[in-house]
């Protein structure tokens, strides 16, 4: 089996749902970018996209773009990876964060919410994987991270509820199984499990007494920052995490203990 191509300094980091100014994937950008990374910001919000892509390159020094992308749309998918793929440095990372949350109750769940928070949160991390990895096939080398949650792994127990820890659960089962698949190009497919994070998908910014509710039972005493997720990612997308492949990783202070 021919080897794994080297590790090119000149490569690019495409990070879905990553334009929210105060959510995970944003703050995951800042930081591969600071590790010299292109970043590609791919989100429902094109202005956003773009508006954090201009900061990112500003800031950071690095090439940056944002794309408007419905995730859950394969037409979609493939016209904003064909924009990077003509524009940027080649596709070694990817990070699948574009998700929705779903707080509704399981006998008031439609099958439209349903098929909402799975099109988005699963078939998206679907689509958008089997879009990138082409190039990754073709090139020998990748990284594929994608977000997860405590909730797939306890049952709900923060905000959001069934359909949502659901599609969360398939997120891992998906890692896995394609991790088996792509192994031998010397591509890695991880997923992460956060606990709660200090984000607005909750239903909003967190007042400091819904933070204080939230830490009850966590270990260390305190929720997640987008930072301390973002250096999760950074690191399974690095170089040196090319063993590291089909896992799940913890992240949340303690609260599951598995
Ligand atoms: P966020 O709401 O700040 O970010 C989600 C982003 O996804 C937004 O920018 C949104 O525009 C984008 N998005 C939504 N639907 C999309 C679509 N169809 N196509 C493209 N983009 C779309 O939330 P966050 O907390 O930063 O969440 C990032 C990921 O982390 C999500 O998948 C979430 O489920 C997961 N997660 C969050 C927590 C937490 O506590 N914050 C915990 C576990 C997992």
């Not at 260390?220 to 920052?225: C, E």
């Not at 301390?228 to 170089?239: K, N, P, S, W």
């Amino acid at each position: 089996m021919p080897g794994a191509a080297t590790f090119p300094t000149s490569r690019t980091a495409v990070l879905t749902g990553a334009a929210s100014m105060r959510g995970i994937g944003r703050a995951t950008a800042d930081r591969l970018a600071a590790q010299g990374w292109s970043i590609a910001i791919l989100d429902l919000s094109g202005d956003d996209a773009t508006a954090a892509a201009e900061t990112i390159s500003r800031e950071r020094g690095v090439q940056a773009i944002g794309v408007r992308v419905d995730v859950s749309d394969q037409a979609s998918v493939d016209t904003a990876i064909a924009t990077v793929e003509k524009s940027m440095p080649p596709i070694v990372g990817l990070s699948n964060l574009a998700g929705i949350s779903s707080p509704t109750p399981f006998m008031e769940t439609t099958v439209e919410e349903w098929d909402k928070v799975f099109a988005t949160n699963m078939r998206g991390t679907f689509i958008v994987s089997q879009r990138v990895l082409g190039g990754m096939i073709a090139r020998r080398l990748g990284r594929i991270v994608s977000i997860s949650s405590i909730s797939a792994q306890r049952g709900g127990g923060t905000y959001s509820k069934i359909a949502y820890s659901a599609s969360k659960a398939a997120i891992i089962g998906f890692t896995r199984a394609l991790a088996r698949e792509v192994g031998e190009f010397h591509i890695t497919v991880n997923a992460i499990a956060p606990g709660p994070i200090d984000t607005d998908i909750m239903g909003g910014t967190l007042t400091d007494d819904r933070k204080a509710q939230l830490a009850d039972g966590i270990l260390v005493g305190r929720i997640g920052t987008t930072d301390d997720v973002a250096a999760l990612t950074t690191f399974l997308m690095g170089e040196d995490a090319g063993f590291i492949t089909a896992a799940t990783y913890d992240i949340n202070g303690g609260l599951q203990v598995s």
